[in-house]
């Protein structure tokens, strides 16, 4: 008799309590005779398998079990690795996929002719050729994106949010969120002696492209001001504030934190370098950009520290690595029961399972009116009773 299989795989940035999720489901699944399938580095695990090369199988897939999954949750990241991978729009075909007929999207690019392959034909074979009857994606927007497709195909997929950016769509809280703030909380509260001592105004960049959740947590958790990608603040105003509050504070400074998105009013983020998979390019540092106008405008010097990767690295804290032993049992839980097209998630502080968003919709927003303070540039403290813990509600 065949033992039934599953596969999991991880897909975009890496967060703490990844690892957690892969494990819960590993020894579920043992406990059931259940194989579980790691495909490596996301979406490419399906992209670029060649099911007839033991080397590329070695490379893009591995079988796990209680041995292997063993210690994995005591530390951060994925022992699966991660990649951007969108195999609708792949720029390059695999070498042993050369010459083979898949549908082909043409496009420009800078005014140069481009093309990319859409390889889910390929994906769908890898999966069957595995023997895969479920599969498990963890991932933000874009990798989930293309699980909602996969679904949409026929095949039968449970998804996890994880973003450091919190802002997936139908659920209040993603994996990495809480080890975000914790790491971005830390880590000013530690350079307010630097800051300090120099009698500086400090600004910080955190992860947030087109949310500010990361941000304004951050701000929340250490009382400092913020700027998001949600309101555009005017600059005069941001920077009369923080000089205001430098000559309040007995230690002569002030501090600021941003989102990688935020903009005001007059200014336009710059991005540079090539698209990624999913079309996203990196953005030019708007921390140094606020730096240079407050240093153009008001004559001040200021400190930055762009605190972005640090946040995503080590060890979950305790609430991460809770929803997420608790999202991959609830994945498990939705296997065994035969479902298909959800996404565990928390909704008004409880643990359910929703639907997996609709990528037309993009990102989940901050809701400004109740949440930022667009007089003094800060979160909202005001009127929190009867809101779940994580103090928004899923859209």
């Known amino acids: 008799m065949v033992r039934r299989r599953i596969g999991i795989l991880t897909g975009g940035g890496d967060v703490p309590g990844l690892n957690a999720v892969i494990k819960s489901v590993t020894y579920r699944s043992s406990e059931n005779d259940i194989e579980v399938v790691g495909l490596r580095r996301g979406w490419e695990a399906l992209t670029h398998l060649n099911l007839e090369d033991p080397t590329s199988r070695s490379h893009h897939i591995i079988p796990l079990d209680r041995e292997n999954t063993r210690t994995i949750d005591r530390r951060g990241g994925t022992v699966l690795h991660s990649s951007r991978t969108n195999p609708s729009k792949m720029q390059k075909l695999p070498d042993h996929l050369v010459g083979k007929d898949f ?18 034909d390929q994906v769908l074979a890898n999966l069957s050729g595995l023997g895969i009857e479920h599969l498990i994606a963890i991932g933000g927007d874009d990798t989930l994106s293309y699980a909602a497709k996969l679904n949409d195909l026929g095949v039968k997929i449970i998804a996890i949010p994880k973003t450091m950016d919190n802002d997936v769509r139908n659920t209040e809280y993603c994996i990495g969120f809480s080890t975000a703030i914790t790491r971005a909380s830390d880590a000013i509260q530690r350079q307010r002696t630097t800051v300090s001592s120099h009698e500086r105004i400090g600004i910080f960049r955190v992860f947030g492209r087109n949310a500010g959740f990361t941000a304004l947590y951050t701000a929340y958790a250490t009382s400092i001001r913020c700027v998001i990608p949600e309101y555009k603040v005017n600059l005069d105003k941001l920077i009369q504030l923080l000089l205001e509050e430098k000559r309040a504070n007995p230690s002569n400074y002030a501090l600021v934190v941003l989102s990688e998105g935020a903009e005001w009013e007059g200014y336009k983020l710059q991005e540079y370098g090539e698209p990624d998979a999913y079309g996203h390019r990196k953005k030019a540092s708007v921390a140094e950009s606020l730096a240079d106008e ?39 839980d939705a296997i065994l029961e035969g479902k298909t097209g959800l996404m565990s998630a928390l909704i008004e502080g409880c643990y359910d ?10 990102p989940r927003k901050l809701d400004v009116a ?26």
């Open 353 to 362: 399972l929703v639907p997996i968003p609709d990528a037309e919709l993009g």
């Open 294 to 332: 407050i240093k153009r405008r008001i004559g001040e010097e200021t400190m930055i520290s762009d605190l972005t990767y640090d946040l995503r690295s080590g060890d979950p804290d305790f609430i991460d690595k809770l929803v997420a032993l608790t999202f991959g049992n609830m994945a498990y």
């Open 103 to 120: 549908p082909v999207a043409l496009g420009t690019k800078g005014g140069i002719a481009t093309k990319t392959w859409d390889l889910t």
């Open 370 to 395: 109740s949440m930022y303070n667009t007089e003094r540039y800060r979160p909202s403290y005001a009127n929190k009773r009867g809101l779940p813990m994580f103090l928004n509600r899923a859209s």
